[in-house]
């Protein structure tokens, strides 16, 4: 089994930013990708970045890109996503997920393990 925290939500203002961190513990294979996830109040989760086990590709959602970076520590089994230039239509609760294996998975059903999720609120 694993288990996955994240941590670093809150409370920022339009323009502001934050990094969001999850940490991944139990049994970790050597290859496995990660990727976080958002879900609005009255909406679909829906995809916001992943990053490989292998080679760090990356994949991010259009309305993200360039703003959000999504970044991973192996010895730390630990995935970030910087979050800048913050838009009120990014609040939502911010999942992590882990998929065992290689791949850029941007589907949830591809995911094997979730974490508990952390609200993320950007005021106008």
């Known amino acids: 089994q694993v288990q996955l925290a994240e941590s670093g939500g809150g409370l920022v203002q339009a323009g502001g930013s934050l990094r969001l961190s999850c940490a991944a513990s139990?049994?970790?294979?050597?290859?496995?990708?990660m990727g976080w996830f958002r879900q609005a109040p009255g909406k679909e989760r829906e995809f916001v970045a992943a990053?490989?086990?292998?080679?760090?590709?990356?994949s991010y959602t259009d309305s993200v890109k360039g703003r959000f970076t999504i970044s991973r520590d192996n010895v730390k089994n630990t995935v970030y996503l910087q979050m800048n230039s913050l838009k009120p239509e990014d609040t939502a609760v911010y999942y992590c997920?882990?998929?065992?294996?290689?791949?850029?998975?941007?589907?949830?059903?591809?995911?094997?393990?979730w974490g508990q999720g952390t609200q993320v609120t950007v005021s106008s």
């Open positions: 997920a882990l998929m065992v294996g290689l791949g850029l998975p941007t589907q949830t059903y591809d995911y094997d393990y």
């Open positions: 139990g049994r970790t294979s050597s290859s496995y990708a």
């Open positions: 990053r490989s086990s292998r080679g760090g590709s990356t």
